[in-house]
């Protein structure tokens, strides 16, 4: 079952300039930042709106590489769904792994992403 839209990613150049961005213009309140590592290191952050809600994922680009925009979704059964998912269609991008929490209620999360039909990278948290 989904639960919820849990966050949609955006890539950004300039990640501090991004970053105020959603605080300062849009009352965003930046509650987890970490460091990707990777030459050179990179950072993500978790940004909440005001009233709470879907969190936007800031990642840092640098280079060529980095991660793409993606929206994801939290899950009860994180096996069940990629399954349900897979049998109508989509295709495994990366199976389910466990994840870094960003809050306590996420120890023991495991994460999957998937392709959907337009080629849409959907990823999966539960």
């Given at each position: 079952m989904i639960r919820r839209i849990d966050h949609v990613s955006i890539p950004a150049r300039d990640y501090a300039a991004a970053s105020r961005f959603y605080q300062d213009v849009l009352g965003f309140h930046l509650y987890s930042e970490k460091s990707l590592?990777?030459?050179p290191p990179r950072r993500i952050g978790y940004l909440r709106p005001p009233d709470g809600g879907a969190v936007i994922e800031l990642v840092e680009l640098v280079g060529s590489g980095g991660t793409g925009y993606h929206y994801c979704l939290e899950v009860a059964d994180l096996d069940a769904e990629v399954e349900r998912l897979t049998a109508a269609g989509l295709r495994v991008v990366q199976p389910p792994a466990p994840t870094e929490p960003r809050e306590p209620r996420?120890?023991?999360?495991?994460?999957?992403v998937?392709?959907?039909p337009a080629d849409e990278l959907i990823?999966?948290?539960?």
């Open positions: 590592g990777g030459h996420e120890m023991g999360w495991r994460r999957a998937l392709a959907g990823e999966l948290r539960g």
